[in-house]
């Protein structure tokens, strides 16, 4: 009789796990469980050129969708459909249609949902970017002259921010404790994002958390009324007719429960990613805290776009060999690498700058970002981490290059290598 793995999450970590299992070898059963209702598609977009303009849904599904590779043949879609319980010991998943879907390899990869401020008023005329339906919805909000309160100043929240700006809305962004990218590009950086976003005319106010969401400015009523604004911890009101909340992200491992994994940030995993505690399971993606063979420290999540394809091309094979009874390849170690989009303005990023002890200037003015700039980011002298923002593509190649090869310490003369 044909094995079964099944990967639950139909995104971009469902897909490529679904072709690296193929590229593997694996040519028994796969099924994709996803609960969305659209094939996978990308998401950096919807925050972006998505959010700008995104024409009808068919358009706009049609400019997101994931081409699947030709080898990735014979895989069973089971979208619109959430798996909302795991008996990891039988071998077993239950789906929201009740009905159970038996096992012999299992891949995780249901990603994250955005995590929502935390404090009282009313939830209408509040957003959050993180699926299709998201996009859309608030596209169709963000008129000329539309006052957008946007809450938290990571990725997501400058990059929606810079759009609703250059929509004609008048933004605010509430930044809350750290600057504008400040944890993974650091302060020097995050200043000249903040100078940047403020001479495209975003208000962009710091260190303060916001306390409530206003119903009328000045008064809540308990469940009523669209919120139109939020009040500050020093009791200041900034008025919205949008709110879009960007303050991070939670793992989706509800479904996990009960079956004594660390679900404690995520799926804890083996540099194999291999889920620790749990026979013939990998995890892949943004829902995947794995060893960063790289830059060291405590095993991390890292949700960026090419996690879903570095973490498959290694959760995929070792599921494999573990079913065939095979020798588990020795794993790659991944170079994490994203990139963020503002006012055309792109600032790319290699390795694991958030974890620096030390950063280092090596070209340009970090405080005029937008004419270009590069910095190094060290962790105990060594490089772990560049970082360059308006830069033509090969000056970012070569710090992709010196970070992979690393072991250059702290003061070295690297624009010029
Ligand atoms: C708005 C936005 C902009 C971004 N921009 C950038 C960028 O510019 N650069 C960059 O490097 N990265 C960017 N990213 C990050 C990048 O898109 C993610 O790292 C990537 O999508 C992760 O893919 P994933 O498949 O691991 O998780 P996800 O994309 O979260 O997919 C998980 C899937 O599983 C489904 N699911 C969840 N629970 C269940 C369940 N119980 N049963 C069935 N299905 C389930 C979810 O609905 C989803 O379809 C952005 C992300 C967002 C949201």
């Not at 209702?37 to 959010?51: A, E, F, G, T, V």
């Not at 169709?140 to 400058?158: D, H, N, Q, S």
């Not at 020097?188 to 403020?198: H, N, P, V, Y």
Request: glycine residues 12%.
């Amino acid at each position: 009789m044909s094995r079964r793995i099944v990967i639950a999450g139909a995104s971009m970590g469902g897909l490529r796990a679904a072709e690296q299992l193929r590229a593997a070898g694996w040519d028994e059963e796969i099924v994709v469980v996803g609960d969305e209702i659209h094939p996978p598609y990308n998401r950096p977009p919807l925050s972006k050129d998505l959010l700008a303009a995104p024409g009808s849904r068919e358009e706009a599904l049609a400019a997101v969708q994931l081409r699947q590779r030709r080898t990735a043949t014979d895989i069973r879609w089971r979208l619109g459909a959430a798996v909302t319980a795991a008996d990891l010991a039988a071998r077993t998943l239950t789906l929201g249609t009740g009905e159970e879907l038996a096992y012999d390899g299992l891949v995780i990869a249901t990603g994250l949902r955005p995590r929502r401020v935390p404090v009282p008023g009313p939830t209408a005329g509040r957003h959050v970017i993180r699926r299709l339906e998201d996009t859309l919805v608030l596209h169709g909000e963000l008129k000329p002259k539309t006052r957008v309160v946007v809450i938290g100043a990571g990725f997501i929240g400058c990059e929606a921010a810079a759009t609703a700006a250059g929509l004609g809305c008048q933004v605010s962004l509430i930044e809350g404790t750290g600057g504008p990218m400040e944890r993974p590009l650091g302060r020097e950086l995050s200043a000249g994002i903040r100078t940047f976003l403020q001479t495209h005319g975003i208000d962009c106010v710091a260190g303060k958390r916001v306390t409530e969401f206003l119903d009328v400015p000045g008064t809540y009523t308990e469940g009523a009324g669209r919120c139109a604004g939020v009040r500050l911890e020093d009791g200041t009101e900034v008025a919205a007719d949008v709110v879009i909340e960007a303050v991070g992200s939670l793992p989706n491992v509800e479904w996990l429960a009960g079956n004594g994994l660390d679900l404690s940030d995520g799926v804890l995993c083996n540099e194999h990613l291999q889920v620790l505690g749990a026979e013939h399971v990998v995890a892949v993606g943004d829902v995947a805290r794995y060893p960063d063979r790289r830059a060291g420290g405590p095993a991390r999540r890292v949700e960026h776009w090419a996690t879903p394809a570095d973490t498959a091309k290694i959760a995929a094979p070792a599921l494999v060999a573990r079913l065939k009874g095979d020798v588990v390849p020795e794993p790659a170690a991944p170079l994490p690498s994203f990139w963020t989009d503002i006012f055309k303005t792109r600032i790319q990023g290699v390795g694991s700058p958030a974890l620096a002890d030390t950063i280092e200037v090596l070209e340009g003015n970090p405080s005029r970002p937008w004419e270009g700039t590069a910095l190094a980011y060290y962790r105990d002298g060594r490089l772990i981490g560049a970082v360059t923002a308006a830069l033509p593509a090969d000056r970012q190649l070569h710090y992709r290059k010196l970070v992979n090869e690393s072991g250059i310490p702290a003061g070295a003369n690297l624009a010029a290598v």
